[in-house]
């Protein structure tokens, strides 16, 4: 059994700051990945930050610049710090994690954190 646990959603006012906090546990063997995806009213989940266990990054275009991910492999855990937060930023923020298994890695999801982001 895998769990991940978020923190740190909250309502902030335009071009404030946030940061998110993803904790795994539970049987794992080994974090391939882990991200931050973002799903608003009316669209699909996005990617919106991903590292992997190697330290390398990938962001969606419209967070570069403003939000940083971050991982401690030993812990488990990544965290999303978001700064010029704007209103389209709002969302429902999941944390997901690859877990590495036997011949696949399988796909583990946060049940989210709610980003609103209005003056």
């Known amino acids: 059994q895998v769990q991940l646990v978020e923190s740190g959603g909250a309502l902030v006012q335009p071009g404030g700051s946030l940061r998110l906090s993803c904790v795994a546990s539970?049987?794992?063997?080994?974090?391939?990945?882990m991200g931050w995806y973002r799903q608003a009213p009316g669209k699909q989940r996005e990617l919106v930050a991903a590292?992997?266990?190697?330290?390398?990054?990938n962001y969606a275009d419209s967070v570069k610049g403003r939000f940083t991910i971050s991982r401690d492999n030993a812990k488990n855990t990544a965290d999303l710090q978001m700064n010029s937060l704007k209103p389209e930023d709002t969302a429902v923020y999941y944390c997901?994690?690859?877990?590495?298994?036997?011949?696949?890695?399988?796909?583990?999801w946060g049940q989210g954190t709610q980003v609103t982001v209005s003056s």
């Open positions: 539970g049987s794992i063997n080994r974090i391939n990945r």
């Open positions: 997901n994690a690859l877990i590495v298994g036997i011949g696949i890695n399988y796909p583990y």
């Open positions: 590292i992997t266990s190697d330290g390398s990054t």
